[in-house]
């Protein structure tokens, strides 16, 4: 049973390009969640969705940063215009059900901004 | 106010000594979820153990334990048997069942010494 899978693991942006990152959820899991780790800090919630929905995306940037999650394939943020601030590792996860016990992780995508 | 502390930046134990991790929360929610993970320098986030509100007894996962107190509102993870390969960081995090959020503590650096 594979795992979440997040691609690229590692990407390279100049500043004011877009940076797309996708994650791909555990087999049975409907609900993903985007996580922000910034240099030497703990996660930081971004975004909750469920099938075409945004259930919760209070920790997501106003302005630049979008976040989708289609019928059919992976889980999209999508950063546009990046800034050198935005260099960071993307985790994102997934559950089965919204109450679930825990939330799986994937390996992350570090994006460097240049 | 921080939902998860963790004071601790750093930790040594020495190979196959047991080392306790220190993790407090904040919460009025009388349903919460408790959770560690552990991240090594490969960077992904691996569950580790999860301990419900709930639950009377403390969760144990193999060489990891979960010492819960409630009144207290700490939920430190102990390690028993430290290996090499335990060297990592390691987060704490809390789900308040009301809410989709995981919180996440900033983390303890743990290195063990052969």
């Known amino acids: 049973n594979a795992g979440v899978m997040q691609n690229p693991r590692h990407l390279v942006r100049r500043r004011g390009q877009e940076a797309r990152l996708r994650c791909s959820p555990m087999k049975g899991h409907s609900h993903v969640y985007w996580y922000r780790q910034l240099p030497e800090e703990g996660l930081k919630f971004m975004v909750y969705?469920?099938?075409?929905?945004?259930?919760?995306e209070s920790g997501m940037p106003k302005e630049r940063f979008s976040a989708e999650f289609p019928k059919e394939g992976p889980s999209i943020l999508r950063i546009q215009q990046v800034v050198r601030g935005d260099s960071a590792a993307y985790f994102c996860?997934?559950?089965?059900?919204?109450?679930?016990?825990?939330?799986?992780f994937g390996e992350g995508s570090w994006l460097t901004v240049v | 106010a921080q939902k998860i502390t963790q004071t601790q930046p750093g930790m040594f134990v020495q190979e196959k000594e047991a080392v306790t991790l220190d993790c407090t929360y904040d919460t009025s929610d009388q349903s919460y979820g408790l959770f560690w993970y552990k991240q090594p320098s490969s960077g992904e986030m691996i569950f580790l153990i999860y301990?419900?509100?709930?639950?009377?007894q403390n969760a144990t996962e193999g060489r990891y334990s979960l010492n819960f107190q409630k009144a207290r509102k700490s939920a430190n993870l102990v390690i028993s048997a430290s290996q090499l390969g335990d060297s990592a960081m390691y987060f704490c995090?809390?789900?308040?069942?009301?809410?989709?959020?995981?919180?996440f503590g900033t983390g303890t650096s743990l290195t063990v010494i052969p």
């Open positions: 301990q419900g509100s709930y639950d009377e």
């Open positions: 995090a809390m789900r308040e069942w009301t809410g989709n959020q995981f919180y």
């Open positions: 996860a997934s559950s089965p059900i919204s109450t679930g016990n825990t939330i799986y």
């Open positions: 969705l469920q099938k075409e929905n945004i259930i919760d």
